[in-house]
């Protein structure tokens, strides 16, 4: 496993992605997905992925993601329900993060709240 910096993630996770909404594009409802989604555009609805999400430096997204995996390098307003999420440098989350692990590097900004969501297994025992 290398080491990878803010722009790397980025580059990387916009790569892998399967759908991306560029920059000038925005997206009102829901929008849901089995694939990684990135954004550098702008969302406002529900956004529901069973893999990740990846919001860019020039992307923002309004309302709500449910996904496995979250990363922010953007801004996000509202809520993120996932098992793992991350907010880079120059990323900021303004609301609610339910999840596994949270990781924030320094210059990310976590603005609200952030409660430890259950493993299955550890709700399940």
């Given at each position: 496993?290398?080491?990878?910096?803010?722009?790397?993630?980025v580059?990387?996770?916009?790569?892998?992605?399967?759908s991306?909404?560029?920059?000038?594009?925005?997206?009102?409802?829901?929008?849901?997905?089995?694939?990684?989604?990135?954004?550098?555009?702008?969302?406002?609805?529900?956004?529901?992925?069973?893999?990740?999400?990846?919001?860019?430096?020039?992307?923002k997204?309004?309302?709500?993601?449910?996904?496995?995996?979250?990363?922010?390098?953007?801004?996000?307003?509202?809520?993120?329900?996932?098992?793992?999420?991350?907010?880079?440098?120059?990323g900021?989350i303004?609301?609610?993060?339910?999840?596994?692990?949270?990781?924030?590097?320094?210059?990310?900004?976590?603005?609200?709240?952030?409660?430890r969501k259950?493993?299955q297994?550890?709700?399940?025992?």
């Amino acid at each position: 496993m290398g080491i990878l910096n803010r722009s790397d993630k980025v580059a990387t996770t916009s790569t892998d992605a399967a759908s991306v909404i560029a920059v000038g594009t925005k997206i009102t409802g829901k929008v849901n997905l089995e694939i990684n989604l990135f954004v550098n555009g702008e969302i406002e609805g529900e956004v529901l992925s069973s893999t990740a999400v990846s919001i860019g430096a020039q992307g923002k997204v309004t309302g709500e993601i449910n996904a496995a995996k979250v990363i922010v390098g953007g801004e996000m307003h509202g809520k993120i329900d996932c098992n793992a999420c991350e907010i880079l440098a120059g990323g900021k989350i303004i609301g609610e993060v339910v999840c596994e692990t949270i990781v924030i590097e320094l210059g990310g900004m976590l603005e609200g709240s952030s409660k430890r969501k259950l493993a299955q297994k550890q709700v399940e025992e």
